[in-house]
């Protein structure tokens, strides 16, 4: 493992790895304080975060690292500069480069032109940090993750990518609920039902919100991704039927309530399962931490 640009890249075996190392960092943290000892990082940001900036800043101090924070005050990548040379010279100084962009080809260029390795920390495509911190949310509330049954509930996108790819090679169950219109990316689909295929899982995808079935967990996402500059007047009426409510937890039997936030309270998702009990929302936002700090102790440890 070089990088972790896409979920996709893992094989099963890495991707249990890293579950399995998230979970001893999260429960052994002082056997890891010196894992980055020496090491910086430097974090390139093209759009706003809360959760995964303050997440790997934390998380690298907490290893004994350096992260050094750029945002775009000079303007977005490859403008005052092309993005291989900004990644040529920060490998100069910098062990790895955690990249939020726009375009996941300037993710991919990043790991092109750098001589370190390269996280994605979110591009119009994938979440893949997202992703795992999911999975090992699951992981610690079903002793086998791929018996579980999830279901993505809403706009097609860089998270749910990152899901259908994990749920995927882990082999388990999920169904992924979208209004028409605003289904995954198409080679993204065949790649994950490929990858379910041989792992053993099933990936199932649907616009008919009654037809989803028994499910163990329910996640949603903004019906308005960054970059996405639809009024949301536009798209409302079509979501409506797809919003994550009580009502929805209660047909599908679904105990467990994802969000990757930031959430938007009675638009994708009503505020009494946002807040409610089987919400896992901030178990999800601790666990970027744990399953990012297993990403830069495999590639940089
Ligand atoms: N979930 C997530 O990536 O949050 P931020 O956009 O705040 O980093
Ligand atoms: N799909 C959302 C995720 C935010 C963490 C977006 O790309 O804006």
Redesign the pocket.
């Known amino acids: 493992m070089n990088h972790l640009l896409t979920i996709k890249d893992l094989t099963q075996q890495q991707l249990l790895d890293l579950l399995s190392l998230a979970k001893t960092i999260k429960a052994n943290p002082q056997d890891y304080a010196q894992a980055l000892a020496g090491k910086s990082v430097v974090m390139l940001f093209e759009?706003p975060?809360l959760?995964?900036r303050v997440s790997f800043d934390i998380g690298i101090n907490k290893l004994g690292g350096h992260a050094l924070y750029l945002d775009q005050q000079n303007g977005a990548l490859g403008k005052r500069e092309p993005v291989s040379d900004f990644a040529s010279n920060i490998s100069c100084w910098a062990d790895a480069i955690v990249a939020r962009t726009f375009a996941h080809s300037t993710i991919e260029q990043l790991a092109q032109h750098g001589s370190v390795p390269v996280i994605n920390a979110?591009s119009?495509m994938y979440?893949p940090c997202?992703g795992l911190a999911d999975f090992l949310t699951l992981a610690e509330h079903f002793d086998d993750v791929s018996k579980v049954k999830l279901a993505y509930v809403g706009?097609g996108?860089?998270?749910t990518h990152s899901l259908m790819y994990g749920a995927a090679l882990l082999g388990a169950k999920m169904t992924v609920v979208c209004p028409l219109g605003h289904f995954p990316d198409g080679q993204v689909v065949c790649e994950a039902q490929a990858l379910a295929k041989q792992h053993g899982g099933e990936l199932i995808l649907t616009s008919d919100v009654e037809a989803m079935g028994e499910q163990d967990a329910i996640y949603t996402?903004?019906w308005?991704?960054?970059?996405?500059n639809t009024p949301m007047e536009q798209i409302e009426a079509k979501f409506k039927p797809y919003q994550v409510n009580e009502s929805l937890m209660q047909q599908t039997g679904a105990n467990l309530f994802m969000h990757?936030?930031?959430a938007y309270r009675e638009v994708e998702a009503t505020a009494a399962v946002i807040d409610g009990e089987g919400s896992l929302i901030l178990q999800q936002a601790e666990n970027r931490m744990h399953a990012q700090n297993a990403v830069l102790v495999t590639l940089l440890g």
């Open positions: 759009k975060s959760r995964t979110l119009d979440h997202q706009d996108n860089n998270v996402d903004t308005l991704s960054m970059g996405d990757c936030l930031p």
